[in-house]
């Protein structure tokens, strides 16, 4: 069975870190790309950040940039978000979804994790 399952959030204060795990199971990453996805409540669900096959990553929300950055581990089948400075702002369930190209479109993503739920509050 093809899943990918999200890790690593929680309650942090303004300024924090949180890294999430992206892991996948049934399937390899190797040859795929990997998007990070965010929906805050009462709003539409956001692309934040994608890695491709090559390991090169791409921005799909300017607020992130110099704060989040994408990585992945081949090994261990698992792609990382890494989140320093968190806002208020941030606050979302994050996504993590898997397909050949990096896109900001949902549709271009063959299938998706569950989620993990990220609160940034004091």
């Known amino acids: 069975q093809l899943q990918l399952a999200e890790s690593g959030g929680g309650l942090v204060q303004p300024g924090g870190s949180l890294r999430l795990s992206c892991a996948a199971s049934?399937?390899?990453?190797?040859?795929?790309?990997i998007g990070w996805f965010r929906q805050a409540p009462g709003k539409e669900r956001e692309g934040v950040l994608c890695?491709?096959?090559?390991?090169?990553?791409?921005y799909y929300t300017d607020s992130v940039k110099g704060r989040f950055t994408i990585s992945r581990d081949n090994v261990k089948n698992t792609v990382y978000l890494q989140m320093n400075s968190l806002k208020p702002e941030d606050t979302a369930v994050y996504y993590c979804?898997?397909?050949?190209?990096?896109?900001?479109?949902?549709?271009?993503?063959?299938?998706w994790g569950q989620g993990t739920q990220v609160t940034v509050s004091s």
């Open positions: 890695i491709s096959s090559s390991s090169s990553s791409t």
């Open positions: 979804a898997v397909g050949y190209y990096c896109s900001g479109y949902e549709s271009m993503y063959k299938f």
């Open positions: 049934g399937f390899t990453l190797d040859y795929y790309a």
